[in-house]
């Protein structure tokens, strides 16, 4: 289970402070799959480094299965499985070794490496390349095994930024059945995008963030109830045009959320910097 609870960050920018995440808090529970969406800038990967124990909160907390990240790291990283669209692999090792590095640096038995792999490759179908470089691996096989890595050491949550980007549509549809997979063997689940129509695909409930804030959380149901909106687009739309003329800003909806575009904020929760 993920709990977040009033966590809040900021960063001095120019000399200025800016506030990117607001006072947000929310629960995952295992077998959830929460949507955490919003537009360039809007906290999300902010919020994923928090949870992460990579970035301290300057109010709030974050817990990962009972554990506060800025106390128990150690803890917290270990039951975690992260997938991102531009994780690094290590491209001198094979995939084998790859997958068995992780294992040993998560604590996994040896004994139960070879196990775990084959039940990766039944799920990923990585087997014919698991004695190959991953400097050779084509785009598609670099993410099976980054989602292989992800789950290699069983940990009860998951966090996937941004997981579809650069693939194609049989890639993407790899990613859907591997969150229908882990969500199905109990896991808690977070996945931020900014591709509204997948997530509304895959994701049993959401969290709508804008300028650091969860402006709105719920099932799809209970979002459009509330925003009175049928598509996630036609409710960020609404919601960015919304805020615009409270803050009085000039920039339009349009220029502020690009659907059309794969330029994205930072991807990795270790990236420098904030969204």
């Not at 040896?110 to 691996?137: K, P, W």
């Not at 931020?192 to 149901?221: K, N, S």
């Not at 794969?262 to 270790?270: G, K, L, N, Q, V």
């Amino acid at each position: 289970m993920i709990t977040v609870k009033q966590l809040t960050k900021s960063f001095q920018t120019d000399g200025q402070e800016i506030l990117a995440v607001d006072q947000i808090s929310f629960r995952v529970l295992p077998g959830e799959v929460y949507g955490l969406l919003g537009p360039n800038g809007a906290g999300k990967t902010t919020t994923l480094r928090m949870i992460l124990g990579l970035l301290p909160a300057d109010s709030g907390y974050a817990e990962v299965e009972g554990f506060r990240t800025t106390v128990h790291s150690n803890e917290v990283k270990a039951r975690i499985g992260f997938v991102s669209a531009n994780t690094g692999l290590y491209q001198w090792l094979s995939v084998r070794e790859l997958l068995h590095f992780f294992a040993d640096l998560y604590g996994v038995p040896q004994a139960e490496v070879g196990d775990r792999i084959e039940r990766l490759d039944e799920l990923f179908s990585i087997g014919q390349f698991l004695n190959q470089r991953c400097s050779t691996l084509s785009t598609g096989q670099r993410q099976r095994v980054t989602l292989a890595r992800a789950l290699i050491h069983d940990p009860p949550v998951m966090l996937l930024d941004e997981p579809t980007l650069g693939l194609d549509v049989v890639g993407s549809q790899v990613v859907f059945e591997y969150i229908q997979h882990v969500r199905e063997i109990g896991k808690a689940i977070i996945v931020c995008t900014h591709r509204l129509e997948q997530a509304e695909r895959i994701c049993t409930r959401f969290g709508l963030m804008h300028l650091g804030r969860l402006a709105y959380e719920g099932t799809l149901d209970e979002v459009r109830e509330k925003t009175k909106c049928h598509s996630l687009v036609d409710i960020f739309l609404g919601l960015i045009e919304r805020d615009e003329k409270t803050l009085g800003e000039s920039t339009t909806a349009g220029d502020q959320f690009n659907m059309a575009t794969d330029h994205i904020e930072p991807d990795s929760p270790e990236a420098s910097g904030h969204d």
